[in-house]
């Protein structure tokens, strides 16, 4: 089945630094891939939407300031956590379909998920 | 009104015993419907996908009601390893269109 690659798995961090996470479609083509969060307990929640050779597109009271995200190839987004707070400690995950837009019911295919702590 | 609702539960049931969850979606819109695991700490993976007609696999039955737009996970003779949390995911349909999750709902099958 198809294979999403999320790196790294676990990083920590001071307050004020910025943090990038990758997420890579290791054998198909992604034109869209969702980024998500998830506090202890909680929900996966959406956070924006990355779009291939365009701007990402943010859930609302996501800054878009803070979580920049670049999808620079089809097979290839990342997320930078700019100026990250203790607040933004969270479980990172980014997930893309293995289809082409016209498919109907296609799986969501997911990354290993990032841990970041902001001490 | 959340996109998708489920009771958060948590279900603590013996071994051997039938339980079900239940979802609901409030976008008349959606076309496609998923069951996922998510197992602490871990990305979720696809339990199974949900059908117009019913879908059932091994252990696991899957229901959609377009009017009620409601869908329900039945799972029989639970499993020690069942325990997870379970995810109700709903998006419009194509590739490109946003997945979204509901809450979970957290199983956990006793001895």
């Known amino acids: 089945g198809a294979v999403v690659s999320q790196h790294p798995s676990r990083v920590i961090c001071k307050s004020g630094t910025s943090v990038k996470i990758e997420c890579r479609s290791l054998?198909?083509?992604?034109?869209?891939m969702f980024w998500y969060r998830q506090f202890p307990k909680q929900s996966l929640m959406l956070m924006a939407t990355?779009?291939?050779?365009?701007?990402?597109?943010?859930e609302q009271g996501v800054e878009k300031d803070k979580f920049l995200i670049n999808h620079a190839s089809l097979t290839l987004s990342t997320l930078t956590v700019t100026s990250a707070h203790p607040e933004d400690s969270s479980f990172y995950i980014c997930?893309?379909?293995?289809?082409?837009?016209?498919?109907?019911?296609?799986?969501?295919?997911f990354g290993q998920g990032t841990r970041l702590t902001v001490v | 009104r959340k996109e998708v609702e489920q009771d958060p539960g948590p279900f603590n049931v013996p071994e051997g015993a039938t339980v079900a969850f239940n979802c609901t979606y409030s976008?008349?819109?959606?076309?496609?419907f998923f069951w996922y695991r998510q197992d602490c700490r871990k990305e979720p993976k696809l339990l199974m996908s949900?059908?117009?007609s019913g879908n059932e696999d091994g252990r696991f039955t899957a229901q959609l009601n377009r009017a009620s737009q409601y869908i329900s996970l039945l799972i029989r003779d639970s499993k020690l390893s069942d325990s997870a949390t379970y995810l109700c995911?709903?998006?419009?349909?194509?590739?490109?269109?946003?997945?979204?999750f509901g809450p979970g709902t957290s199983l956990s099958v006793i001895p």
């Open positions: 054998d198909f083509q992604a034109t869209t």
């Open positions: 997930s893309a379909r293995d289809h082409p837009r016209q498919a109907m019911n296609t799986e969501a295919f």
């Open positions: 995911v709903v998006s419009n349909g194509t590739s490109y269109d946003k997945v979204i």
């Open positions: 949900v059908y117009s």
């Open positions: 990355s779009n291939e050779g365009s701007k990402a597109t943010y």
């Open positions: 976008n008349s819109a959606s076309q496609s």
